[in-house]
């Protein structure tokens, strides 16, 4: 049985193929960065307007209406987050009470 032999074997092969891949990944973000003159931020978006996450705002109407559902999110967190928090300020506590001291 050489069961040692192969699974050494196995582990090199896998390790070369993971050095191929990681060198592979590292030219590709050396050769990004070098396209967008080593700008890591600008990279980020290129990558996020490539694979859809976000789209370029072309026009001030686009914008506008970007914001403006932005807007409408905040404005809703704020309707539930008052509440919640006003309760949370304004607790009663009927255990305490108040001595009234005449002379």
Known sequence: MRTH???KAATYTIAAIG????FWAAAALVG??????????????HYLVASGMITPLHTMVDFYSHIKGIEYLI??????????FYKY???????TKTKVHSK
């Open 19 to 22: 050095g191929v891949f990681g």
């Open 75 to 84: 404005c809703v967190a704020f309707f539930v987050a008052f509440p919640v």
């Open 89 to 95: 300020v304004e607790k009663s506590d009927n255990r």
């Open 5 to 7: 032999g192969t699974s």
């Open 32 to 45: 990004g960065l070098h396209r967008v003159n080593w700008q890591v931020t600008e990279l980020i978006r």
